[in-house]
């Protein structure tokens, strides 16, 4: 049976040599060519391909934002995403929104190839480098909210993602149905605890413990 795909990429060069790797496939079928991420969408919609190859750089909506909308309307076609370079972060919103399969562009075209078979056999087929860093990002942000539960009640949690936010006094209070009041008594709490001295402090820890 072919493995039915819609191929998108802002590079028309691209697009044709992904288009002609494929072709050497006998079980591959590309139904779509898509140079932005709306006829990227529209073409996922309108052919229900197996493997969407999906560059994330993209002019208007971009890799993430069509995923986003994959995720949300519960699509069925699997995601190979074929980018330049990706940090850890978008690696961690990649596999949060659904993705089987990273490859970089720099790589062999086999592989790729070898990743959309994986991907369409229900593996994962993940870059390993930054895989790896988002693995230890994952682990290091884990221990973070390990050291948050164990210090702060639930509601001071709430009140230190709100600081993190960018939230003043007035609006956590509003935010959280208590008093101003009672939000100055929890950020004393919450300084003493953490052994910090202001609100610039426990923004950075919001930031640096995923609470942010």
């Given at each position: 049976?072919?493995?039915?795909?819609?191929?998108?990429?802002?590079?028309?060069?691209?697009?044709?040599?992904?288009?002609?790797?494929?072709?050497?496939?006998?079980?591959?079928?590309?139904?779509?060519?898509?140079?932005?991420?709306?006829?990227?969408?529209?073409?996922?919609?309108?052919?229900?391909?197996?493997?969407?190859?999906?560059?994330?750089?993209?002019?208007?909506?971009?890799?993430?934002?069509?995923?986003?909308?994959?995720?949300?309307?519960?699509?069925?076609?699997?995601?190979?995403?074929?980018?330049?370079?990706?940090?850890?972060?978008?690696?961690?919103?990649?596999?949060?929104?659904?993705?089987?399969?990273?490859?970089?562009?720099?790589?062999?075209?086999?592989?790729?190839?070898?990743c959309i078979r994986?991907?369409?056999?229900?593996?994962?087929?993940?870059?390993?480098?930054?895989?790896?860093?988002?693995?230890?990002?994952?682990?290091?942000?884990?221990?973070?909210?390990?050291?948050?539960?164990?210090?702060?009640?639930?509601?001071?949690?709430?009140?230190?993602?709100a600081v993190g936010?960018?939230?003043?006094?007035?609006?956590?209070?509003?935010?959280?149905?208590?008093?101003?009041?009672?939000?100055?008594?929890?950020?004393?709490?919450?300084?003493?605890?953490?052994?910090?001295?202001?609100?610039?402090?426990l923004m950075v820890?919001?930031?640096?413990?995923?609470?942010?």
């Amino acid at each position: 049976m072919a493995i039915t795909l819609v191929v998108a990429d802002d590079h028309p060069l691209i697009l044709d040599g992904l288009a002609g790797i494929f072709q050497l496939e006998e079980d591959f079928t590309v139904l779509g060519r898509c140079e932005t991420g709306e006829e990227a969408l529209e073409a996922v919609r309108k052919h229900k391909p197996d493997i969407l190859v999906l560059d994330i750089r993209m002019p208007g909506q971009d890799g993430f934002d069509v995923l986003r909308e994959m995720s949300k309307e519960k699509l069925a076609t699997q995601v190979v995403v074929l980018t330049a370079a990706l940090d850890e972060t978008e690696v961690l919103d990649a596999i949060r929104l659904g993705v089987r399969g990273v490859v970089l562009k720099e790589m062999a075209p086999r592989l790729l190839v070898q990743c959309i078979r994986t991907v369409h056999a229900g593996g994962q087929w993940l870059e390993r480098q930054s895989t790896t860093r988002a693995i230890e990002k994952i682990l290091r942000l884990e221990a973070g909210m390990r050291r948050v539960a164990a210090a702060l009640t639930a509601r001071e949690i709430e009140i230190v993602r709100a600081v993190g936010a960018g939230f003043r006094n007035k609006e956590i209070a509003e935010k959280l149905s208590i008093s101003e009041g009672t939000v100055k008594v929890h950020l004393h709490n919450i300084y003493e605890k953490l052994n910090m001295d202001g609100r610039m402090a426990l923004m950075v820890y919001a930031r640096d413990n995923a609470l942010a």
